[in-house]
């Protein structure tokens, strides 16, 4: 991971680590709400790939409607690219779940589960459109997570193989 001050412009707006941790969070909340023993670990490694990305995120928007694994079957493009953009993404991940920590609204459970603090973060969604949509997607994109309920098939359905 580069110094902060290293980093492009672009990288420090998009890829801020207090921003992508109110992404995961709202996803972590969306999550805890069908399952309250939490996200596993390994499933909050995809949700920055697919709530900052825009195409992937406007199609999970559009497709809301449906279910998770219905949007990906229509749209196979997803796919495309995934697990190289999970691997790139990896850094400001792990670096926002540290910025979550650090201020008190993450917990790690014995069995690796991530829960959240009721009292974390505001409940209304605000900031620009482009960052407000990125958080309604996360928080659909961890209830659906929650309603699929492995890890493995997620995984294989976003193409990622161990």
Not at 1 to 24: H, Q, S
Not at 130 to 145: D, L, M, N, P
Request: glycine residues 8%.
């Amino acid at each position: 991971m580069k110094d902060w001050g290293t980093r492009p412009i672009e990288v420090r707006n998009l890829y801020n680590p207090a921003f992508c941790g109110l992404v995961l969070y709202r996803a972590l909340v969306g999550f805890q709400e069908a399952d309250a023993r939490g996200m596993p670990f390994s499933m909050s490694l995809l949700v920055l790939p697919l709530a900052l990305q825009r195409h992937s995120r406007e199609v999970i928007q559009r497709g809301n409607r449906n279910y998770l694994l219905r949007v990906v079957a229509d749209h196979p493009e997803l796919q495309v690219g995934f697990p190289q953009r999970c691997t790139e993404m990896l850094p400001f991940t792990l670096e926002a779940l540290g910025v979550l920590h650090s201020v008190g609204t993450l917990s790690v459970s014995e069995d690796g589960r991530l829960t959240t603090r009721p009292d974390g973060v505001r409940k209304t969604v605000s900031g620009t459109d482009e960052s407000k949509q990125a958080q309604r997607v996360a928080t659909f994109i961890g209830k659906e997570f929650a309603s699929i309920g492995r890890s493995s098939t997620i995984y294989a359905t976003m193409g990622i193989r161990p």
